[in-house]
């Protein structure tokens, strides 16, 4: 039995509906009554009692040494004798003092005029534990007392009809009618004598039979925001139910899998490792939430399935999985993995959580694939796993979380079930108790701790795969619904982050998902309150006179500081910074909780007029005008808030290169305006008429002889165009849509839709057609096409987009195009300028470009008709159109204002500001760098500099140095930033470059370079030359390589042979790294040793576990298959390093290309390399299979294992 602090509840229920519980309430000062009435809540073993239970009583002075009364028997100390009542859901009430209750004695009035240092004390007995003391003695000031017709006073607001006959003490009783039968809820403030009403500080206004009084300032009941601290005195009766998690998507984990117990915090980050998709996984990576970006780490040496994970000093420990009784230790310092202590045997799909200083791996499965329940904990004092008091439930898939210093083992599996099970482990006792079992039945959910509560998402409950959250309410000992997940999360992993929770990866149902999503923790509490009670307040048998507090009358300035903190508005949504091509539109939208809301969005501070919605659309994109920082306040009756800053950043436009555009937004008229600006103005012929388009206004042809006419003239062409239009084609017959030619001279540009609706877009000329023909289109709805023909005289390229979607490249070389052409042309819009296949139906936004648009810029054109917009804008908006600018009220003259006339003040914003200075670095010889620099202002240029002097050329802010050396490139490089209004000079940024042939450890390297030899020459320095066997002569083999020259191997019977060199032995470390270039998947590149267990190295291309066509080391009983296929007939290069102090073959690393190349298989031996054959390379030492059918080139043998930056030095060799 543990009891827990309590205090006094004053009927507590009935005011929940007053707004009065929502503020501090005091009760006013009186003298004690001769009947002392007193409440409190008791809790036995963590749960509200509910049974018969006897209570002793005392009043005793501060220091507690001295008793002035209790309740019966004699002496000083304990009292001798209970008064037994019905404790219900905890609550319990006494009058003391009351003699019609069976031993209680009446207390002396004389006792509170004598002491002015009375305290209470109060014990309590449940009938199985003994006499307790349930709380420290409280002063007698401190507690509220009940309805009394000598001594009352107001306590909390009473709801109507709750005071019975029964409440009411007998004095109060006397005042009515003698032996009247008083009716529950009859007796008003209009009945009491105006001495009851003085006594309970009370008046009753005409008309008003419930009372009025005045709200004194601190009480009994009070609201504190969840999550902040409580005032000392109070405690916990009611949790307020947090809101819904919103849900955000952020980028996605490398590879979609299972997370089983494999994600944690650290440093800042979210780390994830291991896991399953139908091949078990050695992936680690890293997740920043300031770049949204996850980074691959140092790959595991084992992959691990079912592995459990935990942070412990700093470090993340990776524990266990199928098949292993190991454990790794990753430190992000150093970005390497190392040897942690073993399990005293396997367990796989354990769960893992560090508490108290220590790691506890609990449950699981063993080798033998039986759930177990046992718990083990690792101290790092002595660096050894410990047996402790095991599970109840045996079972895997269970989630842990801490809780009030306790572990709680939520949910699982176990023999075929999922289970519903919440078991409580408390690390003082070693010991184990059941909590309330969840709703349904979770295996492998995800359960996290935040602002004092317990949380579980996902799962799944044997039949289908779970989203839903639950949160434990730890007052009504409930779990509570609070909303769902974005997708089923089942085998998915949390962690904590920076106030938000991230659930990663698992299965959705349906297939492993890479989605990781994460939720504002501090935002689900926002405007949301406990209920406290303070301890030791009086009620009489249910209720407490109290004061009314009028409808309205609390205003927002009566609040408190915390309430406004919490009532004000939270922006839930940030708005989002944006690119976006001039010409077109924006939106920032953002959403916030809070009543009665209003917006103001501003650009650099200032405030936008009319923009008071909760998004923000601004259209036709000015640089000028919009480039900047967007901010939005959202304000209600209690405060403000402002949002993040946003950035409007605006690319170009699509109206740059426009030589003829038109909209045909006229009414009427006989001409289609060319909005472009060149004056080429259309002639509608025939009569068309105008109609409402896709954009504005649109023309209609009639099919039989409408269309639009541009006279003959130069278009400007040079060697690219393009053409853009919307269309609505109304019958299904061959027609026209765009012409532009010279008949006479059998030259045009040609749209047309034939009978099947395909449309065609070709050159037609006197050389041939290119034709471009794209898949059938709908008719009667609007398709938007784009036109790109790019080209000279000797080729072109058609590019071809319907409803922004490419339609692919049709591409001629040898035949004669038109762009670079400078004859004029006539154009017409829905008829061939040969005078057939009049349009039928609409035509809208008609443009020609002296340029090629680039897809994103054909997307923005579609987007222009297509109606896009951000599904997030909900809620009213503001549309802000681009003007000149504001008026004022007198205007200086165009130009007026120059550089010079500005201040210093004004010019600090205008000039350049670094915002990313370049930094220091050092790379090795014949690799490439670059540096760097990312400033604001308009309008920048670049000056790099080298030891102060100019490099030509380089006005970037990008400075790129390719196959660097250090007599050239050594030296201080800094970089000049400057606008019309100033420049700024950056940091000095160091850079060293080291001779990649230093790096010591060499004891092989075959160049390949030789042009005509049976011998393949050692440039290493020993001396280790390889003979050529089985090669048709000693020339034609040797051909153009990736670095220099190479050797080319039949596949056949072609090899090296290294005349008495047998390689590295032993477990020593080393480094065999190469070029090759094969379409082949089975083929050795180097090899020496023995074929028995452990006594070989063969490094070599595969067909046969894992990755078809990914490199493979395998050592006789253990191998590793990379994840990144070479196979393709295109130059790679490959490396595989046993790093120092490995020894199995699970920890070699191998590399394709510079990166790391992960694992897709592998298993274990350990290695123990002997001296046999020479070393082979294009064949593995016995046998005649596995030749090498390709090129190879720049072989080298490392005694050492390289570092992962020394083998991007390698690879930076081939020039890439």
């Given at each position: ?16 509906v ?22 409190g ?23 507690g ?15 001798t004798?209970a ?5 219900t859901a ?5 009058r ?7 031993n ?34 409280r ?41 009247a ?11 009491l ?23 004194a ?10 999550g ?11 949790q ?37 998709n ?22 595991m040496s084992?992959?691990r ?37 073993s ?11 560090t ?22 904990e ?7 796993w ?97 909303g769902?997940?974005p ?22 149902g349906?297939?492993?998902s ?21 301890d030791g ?16 009358s609390?205003?927002p ?23 976006a ?27 936008i ?10 259209t ?26 946003a950035?409007?950043e ?8 426009l ?26 012929q ?8 896709k954009?504005?206004g ?57 009978s ?6 070709y050159?037609?000329?006197s050389?041939?057609n ?14 938007h ?44 819009i ?22 090629a ?49 500005l ?7 205008l000039k350049?500001e ?64 400057s ?10 940024a ?9 790096v ?95 006594q ?17 080391l ?33 920890q ?48 080298r ?9 020394e ?8 020039g890439?």
């Open positions: 039995m543990a009891f827990v602090k309590f205090g006094g509840i004053t009927c507590i229920t009935r005011l929940l007053a707004w009065a519980s929502f503020f501090p309430l005091a009760c006013l000062q009186a003298a004690p009554p001769e009947t002392l009435n007193y409440a809540r008791i809790l036995v073993d963590g749960q509200a009692f509910d049974g018969t239970g006897q209570f002793k009583f005392a009043l005793v002075n501060a220091d040494n001295a008793t002035y009364w209790k309740n019966a028997g004699s002496g000083a100390g304990e009292p004798a008064v037994t009542l019905q404790v905890g609550v319990y009430t006494v003391l003092g009351d003699v019609s209750i069976p209680m004695a009446p207390l002396s009035g004389s006792l509170f005029q004598s002491h002015d240092d009375v305290h209470l004390r109060v014990w309590f007995d449940d009938g199985s534990n003994g006499l307790q003391l349930l709380a420290p003695d002063a007698i000031a401190s507690v509220a007392y009940a309805l009394s017709a000598n001594r009352a006073q107001v306590a909390e607001s009473v709801a109507p009809n709750v005071i019975t006959s029964e409440m009411l003490s007998v004095d109060l009783r006397n005042l009515v009618e003698s032996n039968s008083i009716a529950p809820g009859s007796i008003t403030a209009g009945m004598a105006p001495g009851l009403l003085a006594d309970l500080n009370a008046t009753a206004p005409a008309g008003d039979g419930n009372g009025s009084a005045v709200v300032p601190a009480g009994s009941l009070i609201a504190v925001q969840s902040q601290s409580v005032p000392t005195g109070y405690s916990l009766y009611q307020g139910a947090p809101k819904e998690l919103v849900w955000e998507e952020k980028a996605p984990v490398s590879v979609a899998r299972s997370a089983y117990d494999g994600v944690e915090s650290l440093d800042g980050k979210i780390y994830f490792v291991g896991g399953h139908g091949s078990t996984k050695n992936i680690a990576e890293r997740y920043d939430p300031a770049s949204n970006q996850w980074e691959t780490l140092a790959p084992l992959a399935k079912g592995v459990a994970a935990a942070v412990l000093n700093g470090k993340l420990y990776a524990i266990g999985g199928e098949g292993h009784t190991s454990v790794e230790i990753f430190d992000p310092q150093t970005g390497q993995w190392s040897a942690g202590p399990l005293p045997s396997e367990v796989n799909h354990g769960t893992a959580i508490v108290g200083g220590k790691i506890l791996l609990v449950g699981g499965r063993n080798s033998a694939d039986q759930n177990i329940n046992q718990v083990l690792l101290d790092p004092a002595t660096n050894q410990s047996q402790k008091a095991a599970m109840p439930t045996v079972r895997h898939g269970t989630k842990l979380v801490s809780f009030n210093d306790k572990v709680w083992a939520i949910g699982g599996h176990n023999d075929g079930n999922q289970l519903d099970k919440v078991e409580i482990y408390d690390l003082a006792t070693d010991s184990w108790t059941s909590g309330t079992s969840l709703t349904t039945s979770r295996a492998w959910p995800s359960a996290w701790v935040a602002n004092g509560r317990v949380y579980v998402a996902g799962g799944n409950n044997g039949s289908s795969y779970l989203n839903s959250i639950k949160y434990f309410d730890s007052f009504t000992n409930q779990w509570t619904a609070a769902s997940l997708e089923n999360k089942f085998v998915a992993d949390s962690a904590i982050l920076g106030g938000k929770v991230y659930v990663v990866a698992g299965n959705n349906s297939s492993y890479n989605k990781v999503f994460a939720a504002d923790l501090n935002a689900s509490l926002a405007a949301v309150f406990d209920l406290y009670f303070r307040n009086a009620s009489a048998g249910g209720a407490v006179v109290a004061g009314e507090v009028g409808d309205g609390v205003t300035n009566k609040l408190s500081p915390d309430v406004v903190a919490a009532l004000k508005p939270v922006i839930l949504q940030q708005p989002q910074s944006t690119g091509t001039g010409g077109l539109s924006a939106t920032f939208v953002t959403q916030a909780t809070g009543g009665n809301l209003t917006y103001q969005w501003r650009q650099e501070g200032y405030a007029a009319g923009a008071n919605g909760n998004f923000l659309t601004i036709d994109l000015n640089a000028t005008l919009h480039d900047g920082n967007y901010t939005v306040t959202v304000t209600n009756a209690f405060g403000s808030t402002e949002s993040a800053v950035t409007l605006v690319n170009g436009s699509v109206t740059q290169g030589v003829g555009w038109w909209k045909f937004d006229e009414t009427s008229g006989t001409v289609a305006t060319d909005s472009s600006g060149n004056g080429n103005h259309g002639n509608l025939n009569g068309p008429t105008w109609a409402q388009g954009i504005g649109a023309l209609q042809l009639d099919g039989v002889n409408d269309y639009v006419e541009v006279s003959s003239r130069q278009w400007g062409f040079t060697n690219t165009g393009t053409v853009s239009l919307w269309f609505l084609k109304s019958a299904s017959s061959a027609m026209t849509i765009f012409s532009l030619g010279r008949p006479s001279y059998n030259d045009e540009i040609l749209l047309n839709s034939d099947a609706s395909s449309l065609i877009f050159h037609h000329h050389g041939g290119h034709a471009h023909r794209y898949s059938p289109h709908n008719n009667s709805v609007w398709n096409f784009v036109g790109v023909l790019e080209g000279g005289f000797t080729s072109e390229k058609i590019h071809f987009y319907l409803n922004s979607q490419s339609g692919g490249t049709y591409d001629t070389s040898g035949s004669p195009a038109m762009l670079s052409d400078t004859n004029s042309r006539k154009l017409r829905g008829l061939r300028v040969y005078g057939s296949g009049h349009f039928n139906g609409l035509i809208d936004d008609v443009r020609i470009y002296d340029r648009l680039s897809a994103a810029e054909v997307t923005a054109l579609y987007d222009l008709g297509s109606g896009a917009s951000p599904t997030t804008a909900t809620g009213g908006g503001a549309t802000i159109v681009a003007d000149s600018g504001p008026v004022t009220t007198e205007k200086l003259s165009d130009g007026a204002v120059t550089t010079e006339k201040s210093e003040t004004i010019l600090k914003y350049p670094i915002t990313a200075h370049p930094q220091a670095t050092n790379v090795y010889s014949d690799t490439n760098a670059s540096f760097s620099v990312s400033a604001e202002g308009k309008y920048l240029t670049y000056q790099w500099k080298k030891d102060g002097a100019d490099l030509v050329g380089e006005n970037n802010a990008t400075l790129t140095i390719t196959d660097a050396n250090a007599p050239l490139h050594d030296g201080n490089y800094t970089v000049t930033v606008n019309d209004f100033g420049s700024v000079a950056s940091q000095n160091s850079f060293s470059v080291v001779d990649i042939g230093s010591g450890g060499l004891v092989g390297w075959w160049k390949f370079d030789e042009t005509n030899s049976a011998i393949a020459y050692d440039s290493s320095g020993n001396l280790r030359n390889g003979s050529l066997i089985g090669f048709d002569s000693n020339t034609t083999q040797w051909v153009q390589g990736k670095i220099g020259r190479a050797l080319s191997l039949d596949g056949v019977n072609d090899y090296v042979n290294i005349d008495g060199y047998k390689g590295i032995l032993g477990s020593s470390p080393r480094t065999t790294a190469a070029w090759v270039k094969t379409a082949l998947g089975d083929a050795a590149i180097i090899a020496w040793g023995a074929v028995n267990t452990g070989k190295w063969t490094f070599r291309i595969q067909t046969s576990s894992g990755l078809v066509g990914a490199t493979r395998e050592i006789n009983g253990g191998l590793i298959v990379g994840n990144v296929a070479v196979n393709d007939n295109q130059w790679h290069h490959v490396a595989a390093v046993l790093p120092a102090g490995s020894d199995n073959s699970n070699v690393v191998l590399y394709v290309d510079g990166a790391n190349a992960g694992s897709s298989y592998s298993t274990s031996n350990t290695i123990n390399t002997v001296s046999d054959p020479d070393v082979l390379i294009g064949k593995r030492m016995y046998g005649g299979s596995h030749f090498f059918n390709g090129l190879i080139d720049d072989v043998i490392y005694d050492r294992g390289l570092s992962a930056a083998v991007q030095a390698l690879y930076q060799l081939g890439n």
